[in-house]
């Protein structure tokens, strides 16, 4: 299933989707909500972002802080934690319509 919403719209048709017995097994997000991450009805859900740690995503101090502190997190948790766009596309592509 591709859901090309905004926010926490996936989050609502899920929990529509829900209600009438129905729980996808593969489901893409183009523009989720963070909450999305948390939401137990989206178990198995994909998504992908095309930013990247590189001016001029990192002009603003604040920008620049945000995207160290999720840099120094992400490390600790996964082996490859960089934004990769040509990469990301690729394999959500591969995995997300694969089974």
């Known amino acids: 299933?591709?859901?090309a919403c905004?926010?926490?719209e996936g989050n609502?048709?899920?929990?529509?989707l829900s209600?009438?017995?129905?729980?996808?097994?593969r489901h893409f997000y183009l523009y989720p909500s963070g909450l999305l991450a948390a939401y137990p009805p989206a178990e198995r859900a994909m998504?992908?972002?095309?930013?990247?740690i590189?001016?001029?995503?990192?002009?603003?101090p604040?920008?620049?802080?945000?995207?160290?502190?999720f840099d120094e997190r992400q490390r600790q948790r996964i082996a490859y934690p960089?934004?990769?766009?040509?990469?990301?596309n690729m394999q959500a592509g591969r995995f997300s319509w694969r089974r």
């Open 1 to 3: 299933m591709f859901v």
């Open 6 to 8: 905004l926010g926490v």
């Open 12 to 16: 609502q048709l899920l929990e529509a």
């Open 19 to 25: 209600q009438v017995g129905y729980t996808p097994k």
């Open 47 to 52: 998504s992908l972002t095309s930013s990247r």
């Open 54 to 60: 590189v001016a001029p995503f990192t002009t603003r």
């Open 62 to 69: 604040k920008t620049r802080n945000s995207a160290k502190a």
């Open 82 to 88: 960089y934004v990769d766009p040509g990469g990301t």
